[in-house]
């Protein structure tokens, strides 16, 4: 019989014992970090757990925090937009988001100052930066250059976030901005009136090309009419030339002729010119007939 109570004593503390260890071990999500809680001895472990299954002994829980992106939002649909005025003293409402996250290995000194309560701190925190680094901007900056104000308000997140709140802001974007009705109506005639400028400009710039390529044809044409002015007159003057040439050779052959025949026949210089006369006279008239020792005027065709 004292066997049996034995036995069963050492189940009970084996079911026991196997309960225990099982409540001794605890797991974090791949997108926690988590802080070793004793809620018996009300200590926390100064050292994060990153994700996976750990033994961290009975009586003991994990203070989970988020590991990934983190969104904060002031929006319409929130009820919470910004107000606060522009650097030249414009109301000013502006809706912003920004993605944030937790410095992990300072998660220990988030729970001690804030407990799970953090949340609501940054959100007014980081209310109060972005109002102010707004008011330090006019409201032109709003309508022309709505990143850079945005990378400064990151800026000023950064400058001051890590070190008390101990988170980073990794992004942060201006989703809405409102100033006064009349304001934006003269902002957008303004930007109408300077749209209509570059309009007019690109329209001026594409005229002066085609002015341009119109010249540089023009040219190009007057350029290639001269070119074959010239080549003609080249032509011509080769042509010329070579006539020039030939008549030049054809009378120093004739010359030369008529100096043999002067020799050859004695003729002095009257009697060689009325040679050549009747000469060429009898090139050009082959049905001619000569009578010779007649005057030509004396002579009369029946």
């Known amino acids: 019989m004292c066997g049996n109570i034995l036995t069963g004593s050492l189940s009970v503390l084996g079911c026991v014992g196997a309960i225990l260890l099982a409540m001794s071990f605890s797991s974090l999500h791949a997108t926690e970090t988590g802080l070793d809680y004793n809620w018996i001895t009300k200590e926390i472990r ?61 998660v220990y ?88 400028i570059t309009r007019t400009e690109k329209t001026k710039a594409n005229m002066m090309v085609a002015f341009q390529t119109q010249i540089m044809a023009s040219q190009q044409q007057a350029n290639q009419t001269i070119a074959l002015a010239e080549g003609q007159a080249k032509k011509i003057l080769a042509e010329q030339g070579a006539r020039a040439m030939v008549v030049m050779q054809n009378l120093e052959t004739q010359s030369a002729s008529y100096q043999k025949i002067k020799k050859a026949l004695r003729f002095g210089d009257e009697d060689l010119m009325e040679y050549v006369w009747w000469d060429t006279l009898a090139e050009h008239q082959e049905s001619s007939n000569f009578v010779v020792g007649m005057n030509p005027n004396a002579f009369v065709a029946t």
């Open 46 to 106: 100064k050292e994060p757990y990153t994700s996976g299954l750990h033994f961290i002994g009975f009586g003991h829980r994990f203070i989970r925090f988020p590991n990934t992106f983190q969104n904060m939002q002031y929006s319409t649909s929130h009820h919470d937009l910004l107000h606060t005025r522009t650097s030249d003293g414009l109301p000013l409402t502006l809706g912003v988001s920004f993605q944030y996250t937790l410095i992990l290995d300072k």
């Open 109 to 196: 000194d988030l729970y001690m100052n804030f407990k799970l309560k953090y949340e609501e701190v940054l959100f007014n925190v980081a209310a109060h930066i972005i109002a102010n680094t707004a008011s330090n901007y006019s409201a032109y900056n709003f309508f022309n250059d709505k990143q850079t104000i945005a990378y400064s308000m990151q800026k000023m997140l950064n400058d001051y976030l890590p070190g008390k709140l101990f988170v980073t802001v990794e992004a942060l974007q201006i989703l809405l901005v409102e100033l006064p009705r009349q304001f934006e109506d003269a902002i957008l005639e303004s930007i109408a009136v300077k749209q209509n």
